[in-house]
């Protein structure tokens, strides 16, 4: 998703800069001008010819039906996408609309505007084809749920099921029908900034939450009122960019590709999923947006995908600078061919598709295959049915588009609950005493824009709980709560500048004057008084997000020094992190007395903090991604591919494969996250030695809480394939049970492996399962694991 990049302006509804909006400043602006721009255009004579309702009932028949009344030039019009901004006048859209050169628009979310544009292609156009509306609704709409990585933390398919489906609900009442999302790019270099946009970097659990948002976003059918479109991206392979550094090439081995990195797209489409965004890389030296194996061999014959591809923001004509176009010309003639059915954001395809059509350089069958593919997204859709199916009657218009009613805000703490993760927690520091004297410091402490993470979509920075908010409601009437912002995020110019310039019309940060020194004291001054220290540290949000790449994972140096004095006061010091992606966490996992990981937490992430901070959650995230010891172990994920020399732990590392100046693997591992009681595992048994073709064998563990208070943990299973006719990894997730257990209980665990969970891709990149041993491992993390063997004959 680069569907508004930071360089452009544009005219976003209030909400998407949460410290920018007075009443409506820009929304009614833009309103007002559309109405006044098409009211004179609908009192216009009927059009000369429409789509045939008679056909409403066959899909095919009626898109064939439409497709043959439709000029070449209405034809190209359906494949243009338009970004709603300054850069388009009210006039100019609604002439462009009217004129069928218009096929949907993003970044408009009022009722009232959009009923505007749908007017004037239903009322005014000729075929009176309607658009649709999308919108980047990525991790919630107007209720914001946690980013990726913390959704990914819960391990809770149904939880992360409810978001998408709270989202769809919010989105679709806000006129929308489509949404560039979910983002499911495996994510193994954190330099990446929208590592914070995705779920973490294992292929089975990413695609396990592609199904679930897909089917949250979708519900029982696309063409529900209160369902929207899902468009997932980036495909292909975009999280694994060069360095970590957007944007930046792709170079990878095809059976890498189909192991590691292709199952989630797979995994969206298979679910439904009636839309792909094409990603802004290359591939192999071919930009994604050219590649005809990827977007016609693979995804349309391989994978049967029948939906719309759209194009990232502009990444048409990017081609040109990818260097494999000349000019427009040939950019628009590549990305066609290809099989980029609608152009985001840019004319070339406006400007240079009837030309190349007439020259006989683009068959008219490719244009043909995209227009059918657009018009069968909007049946799909219920667009043909109603084409003010979301949009609604004026008078049915919420009265206040920001009205509290129209949040979901338990299902939104519910969620963010189950998001955070439990780094360290030593001598039982938490939970908290409500009526403790408690000093909560730190930049990220109390801002409502940054808990909302990267792409809050129409979230409200007056909506969401901070977590001094969230502390001061829990122990209202029992203890005191002593606050001092103690840094602030930054205290470099230059990277504040940036951020600032990158949320494009809005200072999400803002400095706090006083010298550090002074800023540090006063911290200083209230952990004295206090009886634990809290910290909340991290990154602001604009850290972690797209063209966010960087070169160190640290917490940044004004940050560092608070901690650092703080911990030279000798109280207990809580670290609660907000970031995007793993930091290097080695100096404040030894600073800290406990160290819980909040991602970005969403609307309720305030509440959802305090609730674990005083205990009345227990928490229970897992990591979904490595934690590495330094930015010079990356890349560190589980699932790498065995080596040859492999170091162990306990033996000497001299000749293995490892790094001499610090302990060989990451900090904090994947699946890893602690509980304010404990589990332990029993011996591991499988039904059989043996596994026939076609069969299964059963794996069984009794997982028991040896702690004093009820709590819940995420049982994982794991395999390695022994032996096999390429490299394979040292291990591969493969299932997993979320359960809850009372002090003392205990209670067995049962999974079935059956042979698809054996299967690869060999060097031909045929799927296959080969005989041989296999070891199954069952764990509460990637690396503490009971194990057993098996023989697949």
């Known amino acids: 998703m680069a569907s508004c990049p930071a360089s452009l302006p544009r005219l976003a509804p209030p909400s998407a800069h949460p410290q920018s909006h007075g009443p409506s400043r820009r929304r009614l602006p833009l309103r007002a001008r559309l109405a006044a721009g098409l009211a004179a255009m609908l009192l216009a004579g009927p059009a000369a010819a429409a789509p045939d309702?008679?056909?409403?009932?066959?899909?095919?028949?009626?898109?064939?039906?439409?497709?043959?009344?439709m000029t070449l030039d209405e034809k190209i019009g359906q494949l243009r996408l338009i970004s709603i901004g300054p850069d388009m006048s009210r006039e100019r859209i609604a002439n462009e609309i009217a004129a069928g050169r218009i096929g949907g628009t993003f970044n408009s979310v009022v009722p009232a505007d959009n009923r505007a544009m749908q007017n004037a292609a239903v009322q005014r156009s000729r075929l009176k084809i309607p658009i649709f509306f999308a919108y980047d609704v990525v991790h919630g709409h107007r209720t914001i749920f946690p980013i990726g990585p913390g959704q990914a933390s819960s391990w809770n398919m149904q939880a992360i099921e409810?978001?998408?489906?709270?989202?769809?609900?919010?989105?679709?009442?806000?006129?929308?029908?489509?949404?560039?999302?979910?983002?499911?790019?495996?994510?193994?270099?954190?330099?990446?900034?929208?590592?914070?946009?995705?779920?973490?970097?294992?292929?089975?659990?990413?695609?396990?939450?592609?199904?679930?948002?897909?089917?949250?976003?979708?519900?029982?059918?696309?063409?529900?009122?209160?369902?929207?479109?899902?468009?997932?991206?980036?495909?292909?392979?975009?999280?694994?960019?060069?360095?970590?550094?957007?944007?930046?090439?792709?170079?990878?081995?095809?059976?890498r590709m189909y192991q590691d990195y292709?199952?989630?797209?797979?995994?969206?489409?298979?679910?439904?999923?009636?839309?792909?965004?094409?990603?802004?890389?290359?591939?192999?030296?071919?930009?994604?947006?050219?590649?005809?194996?990827?977007?016609?061999?693979?995804?349309?014959?391989?994978?049967?995908?029948g939906g719309v591809a759209v194009s990232d923001h502009g990444a048409i004509k990017e081609l040109i600078r990818h260097g494999v176009a000349r000019d427009d010309r040939e950019a628009a003639k590549l990305a066609i061919r290809a099989g980029v059915e609608m152009s985001m954001a840019d004319e070339l395809y406006l400007?240079?598709?009837?030309?190349?059509?007439?020259?006989?350089?683009?068959?008219?069958?490719?244009?043909?295959?995209?227009v059918r593919n657009i018009l069968g997204a909007k049946y799909d859709m219920g667009l043909f049915h109603d084409p003010y199916l979301r949009i609604g009657r004026a008078a049915d218009d919420p009265p206040d588009l920001y009205a509290e009613s129209r949040l979901h805000r338990a299902d939104a703490r519910a969620l963010a609950r189950e998001s955070l993760v439990l780094l360290e927690n030593r001598n039982r520091t938490l939970p908290l005493r409500k009526n403790a004297i408690l000093a909560l410091v730190g930049p990220l402490a109390d801002s409502p824009v940054d808990i909302m993470g990267s792409w809050s979509a129409a979230g409200r920075g007056t909506n969401p709980v901070t977590l001094r908010q969230g502390m001061e409601a829990a122990m209202r009437g029992q203890g005191r709560l002593l606050y001092a912002r103690g840094a602030n995020v930054t205290d470099d110019p230059a990277l504040v500048e940036y951020l600032n310039q990158l949320n494009w019309d809005t200072k999400e940060i803002v400095q706090d004057p006083r010298p550090p020194a002074e800023m540090i004291a006063e911290a200083v001054a209230a952990a004295r008084r206090a009886d634990v220290v809290v910290a909340a540290v991290g990154e602001s949000r604009g850290m972690s997000h797209e063209s966010s790449s960087r070169t160190t994972l640290d917490i940044p140096a004004s940050q560092r020094a608070l901690l650092a004095a703080l911990k030279a006061t000798g109280?207990?010091?809580?670290?609660?992190?907000?970031?995007?992606?793993?930091?290097?966490?080695?100096?404040?996992?030894?600073?800290?007395?406990?160290?819980?990981?909040?991602?970005?937490?969403?609307?309720?992430?305030?509440?959802?903090?305090?609730?674990?901070?005083?205990?009345?959650?227990?928490?229970?995230?897992?990591?979904?991604i490595s934690f590495p010891r330094s930015i010079g172990q990356i890349p560190t994920y589980y699932n790498h591919p065995r080596v040859g020399r492999p170091f162990t732990e306990g033996k000497p590392g001299n000749y293995t494969s490892q790094y001499f100046e610090e302990k060989t693997g990451p900090l904090y591992p994947f699946g890893y996250g602690l509980s304010y009681t404990s589990f332990s595992l029993g011996d591991?048994?499988?039904?059989?030695?043996?596994?026939?073709?076609?069969?299964?064998?059963?794996?069984?563990?009794?997982?028991?809480?040896?702690?004093?208070?009820?709590?819940?943990?995420?049982?994982?299973?794991?395999?390695?394939?022994?032996?096999a006719s390429v490299v394979r990894a040292v291990k591969e997730l493969k299932n997993f049970q979320k359960i809850s257990l009372e002090p003392g209980e205990e209670r067995i665990v049962h999974?079935?492996?059956?042979?698809?969970?054996?299967?690869?891709?060999?060097?031909?990149?045929?799927?296959?399962?080969?005989?041989?041993?296999?070891?199954?491992?069952?764990?509460l993390n990637s690396q503490d694991v009971e194990r057993a063997r098996f023989e697949l004959h």
């Open 53 to 69: 309702p008679a056909l409403l009932g066959d899909r095919q028949a009626f898109i064939a039906d439409l497709l043959g009344q």
């Open 684 to 723: 591991l048994a499988l039904s059989s030695p043996v596994m026939a073709r076609g069969g299964r064998i059963g794996a069984r563990i009794t997982v028991k809480n040896t702690g004093d208070r009820a709590g819940a943990t995420v049982v994982q299973l794991y395999v390695r394939d022994e032996s």
């Open 571 to 624: 109280k207990p010091l809580v670290l609660v992190l907000m970031n995007g992606r793993p930091l290097d966490l080695r100096e404040a996992s030894a600073t800290a007395d406990a160290l819980l990981e909040t991602w970005f937490s969403g609307t309720e992430g305030g509440n959802a903090i305090a609730d674990v901070l005083f205990g009345d959650y227990n928490p229970s995230g897992k990591l979904p």
């Open 262 to 305: 292709l199952p989630p797209y797979r995994a969206a489409i298979d679910a439904g999923a009636g839309g792909v965004m094409v990603a802004l890389n290359s591939i192999n030296g071919v930009p994604a947006s050219a590649d005809t194996w990827l977007l016609q061999d693979l995804l349309r014959r391989d994978w049967r995908f």
């Open 751 to 779: 999974f079935d492996i059956v042979e698809d969970d054996l299967k690869f891709f060999n060097a031909r990149l045929e799927h296959v399962a080969e005989p041989g041993a296999f070891e199954v491992q069952i764990g």
């Open 162 to 255: 409810r978001g998408a489906r709270v989202a769809a609900i919010e989105a679709s009442a806000d006129s929308l029908d489509m949404t560039f999302a979910p983002m499911v790019d495996i994510a193994r270099d954190p330099r990446w900034g929208r590592t914070s946009e995705g779920f973490g970097e294992d292929p089975y659990l990413v695609s396990r939450i592609a199904r679930a948002m897909v089917r949250g976003y979708q519900g029982d059918a696309t063409s529900r009122r209160d369902s929207i479109m899902a468009s997932v991206k980036h495909f292909a392979l975009y999280g694994a960019v060069e360095g970590g550094r957007d944007y930046n090439v792709v170079d990878m081995s095809p059976m």
């Open 351 to 370: 400007n240079e598709l009837p030309g190349l059509v007439k020259s006989g350089e683009v068959p008219i069958a490719d244009i043909d295959r995209a």
